[in-house]
């Protein structure tokens, strides 16, 4: 019972390299959302998606990127890494707007 | 915009006992859904209780229950016999129920400790 797999768990960049975090989810929910969560500072809103073909910002899309091309996939794009980026990423899913997220493990990410 | 306060960031209990743990928010909405999820030290987040606004009767999920309070915005989560598994990061957190509006606005989230 898979949910929500997020890779790679750790990933260390250096300034001005770019990668992708992958987030797949075998639940068939339309909703899916990358939060990213610094120390003491909560979650918040990177990028979201209602259904394939369909993304919009959240609260702090700047520096990234996300593309919904099928249900299952909803991978985040950093172009240009930067110290600023270093934290850990959620991906999430749900069903509806319901509210109940179902997230993945996490992705450290670090940029030095 | 909606905001989430947890102004409690850490607390402590001791194994069995009861504790508390405090949320307020600020919409100028009628209709929402409250959440408190929790975040083991493994990192992945879960759900453990979801409030409608529009429902008077607390929801209760086993050990946990919630005291929702419309006027004043206040939604406190009480977890009974605490054990030693309930250690985590608690997140309470917001989303409308208005069309476009499928976001989710978290407060910074609380630390429970359970001392054995």
């Known amino acids: 019972n898979a949910g929500v797999t997020q890779t790679p768990k750790f990933r260390i960049l250096k300034i001005g390299q770019s990668m992708t975090l992958q987030c797949t989810q075998d639940?068939?929910?339309?909703?899916m959302y990358w939060y990213r969560q610094d120390p003491g500072m909560g979650l918040k809103l990177i990028y979201y998606?209602?259904?394939?073909?369909?993304?919009d910002k959240g609260e702090v899309p700047n520096g990234y990127n996300v593309s919904r091309s099928t249900t299952e996939d909803f991978p985040l794009r950093l172009e240009l890494a930067a110290p600023s980026q270093t934290s850990v990423y959620f991906c999430?899913?749900?069903?509806?707007?319901?509210?109940?997220?179902?997230f993945g493990e996490g992705s450290r990410l670090t940029v030095l | 915009a909606q905001t989430v306060t947890q102004s409690q960031p850490e607390m402590s209990v001791q194994e069995a006992e009861t504790v508390t743990l405090s949320c307020t928010y600020d919409?100028?909405?009628?209709?929402?859904?409250l959440f408190w999820y929790k975040q083991p030290p493994s990192r992945q987040m879960i759900l453990v209780i979801r409030?409608?606004?529009?429902?008077?009767q607390n929801a209760t999920e086993n050990r946990f229950s919630v005291n929702f309070q419309k006027a004043a915005k206040s939604f406190s989560l009480k977890i009974s016999d605490s054990q030693l598994g309930d250690a985590a990061m608690y997140f309470c957190a917001y989303r409308s129920s208005q069309g476009g509006s499928e976001k989710l606005v978290f407060g910074k989230g609380m630390k429970l400790t359970v001392n054995p």
């Open positions: 998606s209602v259904g394939a073909g369909i993304t």
């Open positions: 639940m068939n929910h339309n909703y």
């Open positions: 999430a899913s749900s069903y509806s707007n319901t509210g109940e997220l179902f």
């Open positions: 409030q409608e606004a529009y429902k008077q």
């Open positions: 919409t100028s909405e009628s209709d929402y859904y």
